[in-house]
Antibody
Framework: QVQLHQWGAGLLKPSETLALTCTVS????????LTWIRQPPGKGLEWIGE???????NVKSSLKSRVTISVDTSKNQFSLKVNSVTAADTAIYYC??????????WGQGTLVTVSS | SSELTQGPAVSVALGQTVRITCQGD??????ASWYQQKAGQAPILVFF???NRPSGIPDRFSASSSGTISFLTITGAQAEDEADFYC????????????FGGGTRVTVL
């Protein structure tokens, strides 16, 4: 059974960098879409970006200037960095894995709070 | 277009049928996937593609589509189905990002 386990700092100050990492276990790492999604408290889901099956990285246009998504296939890990965070970046962040048009497996989620 | 529109909330009597809608131009070119999110939990995939229900998802969950509208139907709703439901698909704009609907809260009475 595929599992995703994610970790990273949960409390940041404005202007700092958010950094999260996700490990995939129990199933293939490559050949699928590895995705980051966030959910502000009490609100809906927002797609942040992905690493596609061929290694391409796609990021939501409005976040492109601040977001870096990378992958380490040797460790079955992929990572998210968001620079210059503000209170608007406060959210539960999920790593996820799936196909072109669906997300089959989600991480447990990490609440990231940005506060001075 | 990069938006998917869902109604905010619906209620259904126990054992009855409820249909959730998701509307957006991108649904002309891609099937919606549907996610159930219970309070305090990560979402789970309940339906995707033309006719795909993940292993472990009850067959009371089904989906269909017509033009720019997709539907998730729960036939014989159970108390444990109470949750927020989100639709999603690939946007038909440049880079084809994933877009989510705003979510529909389903209350089972």
């Amino acid at each position: 059974q595929v599992q995703l386990h994610q970790w990273g700092a949960g409390l940041l100050k404005p202007s700092e960098t958010l950094a999260l990492t996700c490990t995939v276990s129990g199933g293939p790492f490559s050949g699928l879409y590895l995705t980051w999604i966030r959910q502000p408290p009490g609100k809906g889901l927002e797609w942040i970006g992905e690493v596609t099956y061929d290694g391409s990285v796609n990021v939501k246009s409005s976040l492109k200037s601040r977001v870096t998504i990378s992958v380490d296939t040797s460790k079955n890990q992929f990572s998210l960095k968001v620079n210059s965070v503000t209170a608007a970046d406060t959210a539960i962040y999920y790593c996820a894995r799936g196909g072109h048009s669906f997300i089959a497996t989600w991480g447990q989620g990490t609440l990231v709070t940005v506060s001075s | 277009s990069s938006e998917l529109t869902q109604g905010p909330a619906v209620s259904v009597a126990l054992g009855q049928t409820v249909r959730i809608t998701c509307q957006g131009d991108s649904l002309r070119s891609d099937y919606a996937s549907w996610y159930q999110q219970k309070a305090g939990q990560a979402p789970i995939l309940v339906f995707f593609g033309k006719d795909n229900r993940p292993s472990g998802i009850p067959d009371r969950f089904s989906a269909s589509s017509s033009g720019t509208i997709s539907f998730l139907t729960i036939t014989g709703a159970q108390a444990e189905d109470e949750a927020d439901f989100y639709c999603s698909c690939r946007d038909n704009s440049h880079n084809h990002p994933v877009v989510f609907g705003g979510g529909t809260r389903v209350t089972v009475l």
